[in-house]
């Protein structure tokens, strides 16, 4: 792939906060042989362009009782408003403009099954103009890697191997999909959610928020990381860093085949697979991104379908990503 207006140094910032969120500038700095004025201003330039953000992440199918949904939808000439409905839901944390099998895909995480079945049965089927809703029903996430393979793809572009930079691999990026399911304590989701806006606000800045010491805070953030529920990490807009092209599969394995997951993870330009049911009968939701049109059908055509008993049930061309959050419910 041709490198993009971000440069070596750039991504070298993104990999290194994509280990560790809350480095400090003055080490990263050290860590990059710049001036810390050089760090603040990358820093400040790829979070104001909307390239890189720095948040909390998890998976919520580690914590006990919460739920997750995909859903495509197809809506007839009044998207904008469909849109504006879905963005300002607090459960939807994810939603895309999409062309395919679906006019928009959005994600929502709920705490209860009765909180689920409202979303599907009445928030999703009052939209404006919304004609059909399809839903996959997350049962286990199996890739999640916060789009650390397309920051490495484009560290690899301006000639750095990732590793020589301490870049994290996807496996590594892979949140609390291992994790044992546990329930979640109230007041560890609110300091989740706290730390939405902005990962590295100031445990000080946090704690006003919601009224407990800067003491307490760190000691929930250090409870979360610990146990490998959450990582306070960079993670960025591929479609903003350059031409990248973005596209949702939805995958079913014919019997008696079990799907190879490891072969599927080690895709390149996989990067998420959730496995669920839904979406035309499809065992696997994945997520694509590949460096133009050319790479992601090649992609489809030599990797994904060359798979044993692997067959595509679903399809759907990311336009525009719209919403993109990890905010947990509280209950």
């Given at each position: 792939?041709?490198?993009?207006?971000?440069?070596?140094?750039?991504?070298?910032i993104v990999a290194a906060l994509q280990r560790d969120g809350r480095m400090p500038l003055a080490a990263l700095a050290e860590r990059l042989g710049i001036s810390v004025y050089a760090?603040?201003?990358?820093?400040?330039?790829?979070?104001?362009?909307?390239?890189?953000?720095?948040?909390?992440?998890?998976?919520?199918?580690?914590?006990?009782?919460?739920?997750?949904?995909?859903?495509?939808?197809?809506?007839?000439?009044?998207?904008?408003?469909a849109l504006a409905r879905l963005k300002a839901m607090r459960e939807v944390t994810y939603v895309v403009c999409a062309l395919g099998d679906a006019d928009i895909i959005a994600e929502?995480v709920v705490y209860s099954n009765a909180a689920m079945d409202r979303f599907l049965k009445h928030d999703l089927r009052t939209l404006p103009g919304c004609s059909r809703v399809q839903?996959?029903?997350?049962?286990?996430?199996?890739?999640?890697?916060?789009?650390?393979?397309?920051?490495?793809?484009?560290?690899?572009?301006?000639?750095?191997?990732?590793?020589?930079?301490?870049?994290?691999?996807?496996?590594?990026?892979?949140?609390?999909?291992?994790?044992?399911?546990?329930?979640?304590?109230?007041?560890?989701?609110?300091?989740?959610?706290?730390?939405?806006?902005?990962?590295?606000?100031?445990?000080?800045?946090?704690?006003?928020?919601?009224?407990?010491?800067?003491?307490?805070?760190?000691?929930?953030?250090?409870?979360?990381?610990?146990?490998?529920?959450?990582?306070?990490?960079?993670?960025?807009?591929?479609?903003?860093?350059?031409?990248?092209?973005?596209?949702?599969?939805?995958?079913?394995?014919?019997?008696?085949?079990?799907?190879?997951?490891?072969?599927?993870?080690?895709?390149?330009?996989?990067?998420?697979?959730?496995?669920?049911?839904?979406?035309?009968?499809?065992?696997?939701?994945?997520?694509?991104?590949?460096?133009?049109?050319?790479?992601?059908?090649?992609?489809?055509?030599?990797?994904?379908?060359?798979?044993?008993?692997?067959?595509?049930?679903?399809?759907?061309?990311?336009?525009?990503?719209?919403?993109?959050?990890?905010?947990?419910?509280?209950?």
């Amino acid at each position: 792939m041709e490198p993009t207006g971000v440069d070596a140094t750039d991504l070298a910032i993104v990999a290194a906060l994509q280990r560790d969120g809350r480095m400090p500038l003055a080490a990263l700095a050290e860590r990059l042989g710049i001036s810390v004025y050089a760090a603040t201003e990358r820093y400040r330039r790829l979070t104001e362009s909307g390239a890189m953000r720095v948040t909390a992440v998890a998976n919520p199918l580690a914590f006990d009782n919460y739920c997750q949904v995909i859903v495509g939808l197809r809506v007839d000439g009044r998207r904008d408003e469909a849109l504006a409905r879905l963005k300002a839901m607090r459960e939807v944390t994810y939603v895309v403009c999409a062309l395919g099998d679906a006019d928009i895909i959005a994600e929502a995480v709920v705490y209860s099954n009765a909180a689920m079945d409202r979303f599907l049965k009445h928030d999703l089927r009052t939209l404006p103009g919304c004609s059909r809703v399809q839903v996959f029903s997350c049962g286990r996430l199996v890739l999640d890697d916060h789009n650390v393979s397309v920051v490495n793809r484009l560290l690899r572009a301006h000639g750095v191997e990732p590793a020589d930079c301490g870049a994290l691999t996807k496996r590594e990026a892979n949140v609390g999909a291992d994790a044992a399911v546990r329930a979640l304590d109230p007041r560890l989701a609110e300091t989740f959610n706290a730390l939405q806006d902005d990962g590295r606000a100031s445990y000080q800045t946090v704690g006003e928020r919601l009224g407990v010491t800067h003491t307490a805070v760190r000691g929930r953030i250090r409870r979360l990381e610990e146990d490998g529920l959450m990582r306070i990490m960079a993670t960025v807009s591929p479609m903003r860093l350059g031409g990248f092209r973005q596209a949702f599969l939805g995958l079913a394995v014919r019997p008696p085949h079990v799907m190879d997951v490891d072969a599927l993870v080690d895709i390149d330009e996989v990067t998420y697979v959730m496995s669920g049911v839904g979406l035309g009968g499809a065992d696997y939701l994945i997520e694509m991104i590949a460096d133009d049109d050319a790479s992601l059908w090649r992609t489809v055509d030599r990797s994904i379908r060359t798979l044993p008993g692997v067959e595509q049930a679903w399809w759907a061309s990311t336009v525009s990503v719209e919403k993109e959050s990890y905010e947990l419910a509280v209950r």
